[in-house]
């Protein structure tokens, strides 16, 4: 597997806890958190390999003219904190070069007993679409346990549960998982994937956010989810300004790597 370490690393430091710059060590840390093994995840990182890469990836960045990276001065003796780095003021949201700004375009809206009857099942079927191109057997699951596709490859079986909801015309979308499943599953190789059916440059597509159980228990704590009556609940919207997609409850968070990522 090819890493690109310097896409991980502008990953990390357009973070909003990275505002102010992070050391080497928990940019490391970060990325290994990220990609920490799980349904696509077939060539697991090694902490010392990324933070041996992402060093000299970040002192050969900081020394080129052009370069979204920057070392952090010491505020009382304004000389570069060793080992610290950001992302230049000037490029402080920049787009991972793999994501692409997203252009929702008046989302179509469907009749209400076409969702009710269809939509869910279509986007069952979308995951598996896009898990057989990347090799995996899947299969759908006859009984509703929490558990909708169950996918395999390498003798290695992991569990998705798939949520499948339209945009709506302010390009927000609104789902929910139910907290008992959810806490049925801790532990276990589980992926939530949430299928958001739009309209992009007048062509209605898909776009897939995946998410681990670890990665929804720290958005809760982040407060960019929280526990509702009916589960879990999960909101996104698309940024009017810059085009990304935003986790938002009490906080805002940018979930842009997470979207259409499949090597979660």
Known sequence: MIVDYKEMVETVLTEKVASQGLHLKDIANRIMESHSGGLFDES????????????????????????????????????????????????????????????????????????????????????????????????????????????????????????TTLFEADSKIHTSIKQVRFNDFLGTQIKYIVVARCSVNNVDTNMYFVFSNSDIEKFIYNRTMKIGDSGILIKIEIDPTTKRPMLYDEKREDISFYLNNFKL
């Open 44 to 163: 697991p990182l090694v902490y010392d390999d990324v933070y041996k890469n992402i060093s000299a990836l970040l002192s050969r960045e900081v020394r080129k003219t052009v370069t979204v990276f920057s070392k952090v001065k010491n505020s009382k003796t304004k000389k570069d904190k060793k080992g610290f780095y950001k992302i230049k003021k000037a490029n402080s949201s920049p787009l991972p070069s793999r994501i692409k700004p997203i252009e929702i375009e008046e989302p179509k809206a469907t009749k209400p007993q076409s969702k009710n009857l269809f939509t869910g099942k279509a986007g069952e079927c979308a995951v598996m679409s896009e898990l057989l191109f990347r090799a995996y057997n899947v299969n759908s699951m006859l009984v509703d346990d929490g558990i909708d596709i169950v996918a395999s490859k390498n003798n290695v079986f992991y569990y998705i549960q798939v949520k």
